[in-house]
């Protein structure tokens, strides 16, 4: 079975500072790769995807994740974020191979920017 | 734009009621998944369907039971609600076939309390 873990599920950070999730998976064939977003409120939106081609990939709102294929992670990041990116943020897998288009998701992180 | 309908964002309801919670998608996608989402658990699949009348069971489909008698419209039923499904709860869909890539759009959730 698919599995998906982030790490440090509270996370806290000034405006100006750089973010870094990390998303690591444990299925070990060809694989579609998302992160999504939810904004206080709001629903469950696509910040960005990955399915082939250059690993590194941007999303929306000046993110980008690096697709490490042999460490079998996809770590989110910005360089600097703003309090508007106080949102909880979700790591999700698709296994190609199931032919289903199910999606494992993982626990998620939740993001506190103060201004 | 895509769009996913949830009929109720919020409902309240007594232990022992019969609940219905209603999607409706249209973009003529073939798969519909509903989601409960609970602090620090993340998004975990109660069940999902790739055709009209057709349904399987996601990873915690106990206690819920769902309908797809068109394919615009997915309903997730709690027979009998019970406190412990006190949660919020979200339906997706997405694409099926070679043009599937697992991507998924939400709708904007359904918070359900039950006293």
């Known amino acids: 079975a698919q599995s998906v873990s982030q790490h440090n599920h509270h996370v806290i950070l000034s405006e100006a500072a750089s973010l870094e999730l990390g998303c690591n998976y444990s299925y070990g064939g060809t694989v579609n790769l998302f992160w999504y977003v939810q904004y206080p409120g709001q629903h469950l939106q696509l910040l960005l995807k990955y399915f082939s081609g250059d690993p590194l990939v941007k999303g929306i709102k000046g993110f980008e994740a690096e697709f490490i294929k042999s460490k079998f992670s996809f770590n989110l990041r910005k360089p600097s974020v703003q309090w508007s990116d106080t949102a909880e943020y979700f790591c999700?897998?698709?296994?190609?191979?199931?032919?289903?288009?199910?999606?494992?998701f993982g626990k998620g992180n939740q993001v506190v920017v103060i201004p | 734009d895509v769009k996913v309908t949830q009929s109720s964002r919020y409902l309240v309801k007594r232990t022992g009621e019969k609940v219905f919670l209603e999607c409706v998608q249209d973009m003529d996608h073939e798969n519909m998944f509903w989601y409960r989402q609970d602090p620090g658990l993340g998004l975990r699949l109660i069940y999902f369907?790739?055709?009209?009348?057709?349904?399987e069971k996601g990873d915690i489909p106990e206690g819920y039971s769902v309908s797809r008698e068109k394919k615009e419209r997915f309903s997730l039923i709690l027979e009998s609600a019970s406190t412990n499904q006190t949660s919020m709860y979200l339906c997706?869909?997405?694409?099926?076939?070679?043009?599937?890539?697992?991507?998924?759009?939400f709708g904007e959730g359904s918070r359900l309390t039950v006293l």
């Open positions: 999700a897998v698709n296994a190609r191979l199931y032919g289903n288009n199910r999606l494992a």
């Open positions: 369907s790739y055709d009209v009348k057709m349904k």
């Open positions: 997706a869909s997405s694409q099926a076939g070679t043009g599937g890539t697992g991507e998924l759009f």
